[in-house]
C-alpha cells in the first residue's frame, strides 16, 4: 500500500462483499446467495453497472462503497471457444485477475479467485495437490494458470485462489441439466467416460469458500465435492436420480472430438482445505442430490470427519 494512495482505507469493520460475476455467473449467483445467508452486505454489480476493466471506475466503485472482500468469479469459461478466441480469454482469465488484485493490494482487500483442474496435464493418477506441477493443455488452462501467476506474483498477502472443477448447481445452465434436458427425449446418450474429475456443487463451493475466508486462508487452495467421476458416471447419476429412462453409453474422447484438449485426470487433493477448516466437503453424488431434490438449495460440509 503506498502511503498518498487516495483509495487507501479501512474497510468497515462489518463484512462487506463485492462479487464480480454475482448478477449472472453459475458460480458468482451461489455465491451471492449464500454470503446473504451468512449476512454479508452485498455488491454484485453487473456489466451494465461496472466495466471491471476500467480501473479508475472500479477504484470509484469501491472508494464509494467501501466493501472488505473481493470475490471475482468472473471467467472466459467456453473452454472449447478459447481456443479460437485467445485474446478475448486472456484478457478475462488472466489481465483481470491481475487488475483485480493489484487494486486489491492497494485498497487493503481481501482478494478472492478462482481458478481450475484444467491448469494440470492430466497425467498424474493420483489427486493433485496444489503444489504439483501445472502444464495446462488448453488455452483455457493456459490463461487461468497466467492469471493465477499475475496475481501471485504481486505478493499480496491477503490473496486466496481456489481451483475448483465441474461445476453444477442452480440459476444459470451446466453440465446436469444439459443432458437432463438432452435425456427427456432421448432413449440413449453417448458420454465421454475417459476424462475424470471432481463434479462440484456450486452451493457447497460457496459455503466452503466462506469457511476459507473465515480461516484466513491464504494462498492457492484446492476445494470441489468429494470423490470423483467421469462426465458419463455423473450423467448417469443424475439420469437416474430423475428416473428418466434414457441410458448413458460411455465413449472414449476419441469418438467425440473438441476443440481444446482435456486431461484425463484431474482430481484435486482438497486436504489442505480440510487441514484449514476443520470440514470436509460432502460427497459429489450427495451434492448432485441436493441440487436435483432440494428446493432451497442449502449446502452442508460434515464438520465431523
Ligand atoms: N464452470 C465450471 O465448471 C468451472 C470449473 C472450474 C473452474 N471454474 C472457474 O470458476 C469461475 C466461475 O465460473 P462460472 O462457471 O461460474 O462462470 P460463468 O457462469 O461463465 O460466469 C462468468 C461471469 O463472468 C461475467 N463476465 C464475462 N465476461 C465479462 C465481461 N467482459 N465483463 C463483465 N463480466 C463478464 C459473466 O457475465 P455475463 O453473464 O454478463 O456474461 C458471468 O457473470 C471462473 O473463474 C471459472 O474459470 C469454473
Redesign the pocket.
Known amino acids: 500500500m503506498t502511503p498518498d494512495n487516495p483509495l487507501q482505507h479501512k474497510p468497515s469493520a462489518a463484512r462487506k462483499a463485492l462479487v ?11 455465491l451471492a446467495h449464500v454470503l446473504k445467508e451468512q449476512h454479508w452486505d452485498l455488491l454484485c454489480p ?3 453497472d ?4 476500467d480501473q479508475t471506475s472500479l477504484e470509484a466503485y469501491i472508494e464509494r462503497h467501501r466493501p472488505s472482500h473481493l470475490f ?7 473452454v472449447d471457444q478459447a481456443e479460437e478466441e485467445t485474446r ?1 480469454a486472456s ?3 488472466t489481465s ?1 485477475p491481475i487488475l483485480l488484485a493489484r487494486i486489491a493490494k492497494s485498497c487493503n482487500l481481501y482478494f478472492i ?6 491448469v494440470f496435464d492430466g497425467k498424474k493418477s493420483i489427486p493433485y495437490l496444489p503444489q504439483d506441477e501445472p502444464n495446462p493443455l488448453s488455452v ?1 488452462g493456459t490463461t ?1 494458470l497466467e492469471g493465477e501467476q499475475g496475481v501471485m506474483a504481486l505478493g499480496w498477502d491477503k490473496t486466496l485462489i481456489i ?6 448447481g442452480p440459476y ?1 445452465t ?2 446436469v441439466d444439459k443432458i437432463l434436458t438432452l435425456a427427456a427425449t432421448r432413449r440413449s446418450l453417448d458420454i465421454v467416460h475417459d476424462q475424470v474429475g471432481c463434479p ?1 456443487y ?1 452451493m457447497d463451493l460457496a459455503c466452503n469458500t466462506l469457511a476459507l475466508v473465515k480461516a484466513g486462508a491464504q494462498g492457492i487452495f484446492h476445494l470441489t465435492n468429494t470423490g470423483h467421476a467421469s462426465w458419463c458416471e455423473l450423467a448417469a447419476e443424475a439420469i437416474a436420480c430423475t428416473g428418466v429412462p434414457c441410458h448413458a453409453r460411455p465413449i472414449s474422447s476419441a469418438d467425440f472430438p473438441q476443440k481444446a484438449v482435456r486431461p484425463a485426470y484431474s482430481v484435486l487433493d482438497c486436504s489442505d482445505f480440510v487441514r484449514a477448516t476443520g470440514l470436509t466437503p460432502r460427497p459429489w453424488i450427495q451434492a448432485l442430490r441436493a441440487y436435483l431434490f432440494e428446493k432451497d438449495h442449502a449446502c452442508l460440509t460434515d464438520p465431523r470427519d
Open positions: 464480480l460475476g454475482g448478477k449472472t455467473g453459475l458460480l458468482g449467483q451461489a453487473g456489466r451494465d461496472l466495466d471491471v476493466f471475482n468469479t468472473i471467467g472466459y469459461t467456453q478475448a484478457r478475462l482469465n483481470l479467485h478462482y481458478s481450475t483442474d484444467f483455457y487461468k481451483r475448483t472443477a465441474w461445476l453444477f444459470k451446466n453440465f462440484t456450486t
